[in-house]
């Protein structure tokens, strides 16, 4: 079973994200666009694991000790950058996300998961390159809303969610829930 661990969003901030992926969804015929349902924030993508494992994930995130925390969802990017552009996102300004995503990797850690190798980045994925990049078009056409706010959350919890990869793209399902 490959699971991560997320923030869901709220139905008005999706809206304002969904709106913004069909104002340049015909700039490119690229990318392969998240499904509106799909758009989260992943705070650690664990893997795929065994299904005995969860109850070994869920004993460690029951209990987890975080104030909640507003998020502003605001401008967007490309990972790794504009040159050749492979993830469109949206960014956030999220002060206390960043050590979140320490702690539940040092969780994940005790586990015997493999620690992460990249620097936490917060962001939303809102679409992938179909083949090797996301051509120079829509770079251009989200200029426009590289200061853009999407609106704002408090994050009072975080989700288990499993993922189902099928060919029109991947399936999140909420396995379990962590108040904060």
Known sequence: MRVFI??????????ALSDLQ???????????????ESIHITLRFVGEVPEKRIEDIDAEL????WKPFTVTVRGVG?????????????GM?????EGLAE????????????????????HITLARAKDTRIDSSLV???????????????????????????PSGAVYEKLKEYPL
């Open 22 to 36: 069909r104002a340049l969804r015909a700039s490119t015929s690229t990318a392969r666009w998240v499904a509106t």
């Open 140 to 166: 251009s056409s989200a200029s426009k809303f590289e200061e853009q706010d999407f609106g704002s959350f408090t994050v009072d919890r975080v989700f288990l969610f499993k993922s189902t990869l099928k």
């Open 78 to 90: 490309f990972f790794p950058g504009t040159r050749s552009p492979r993830v469109f996102w949206a």
């Open 93 to 97: 300004e999220a002060p206390t996300m």
């Open 103 to 122: 702690q539940l990797d040092t969780r994940m850690e005790r586990l015997g998961f493999e620690k992460e190798k990249r620097a936490f980045r917060p």
């Open 6 to 15: 997320a923030v869901d969003l709220p139905n008005d901030v999706r809206k």
């Open 62 to 65: 029951t209990g987890l000790t």
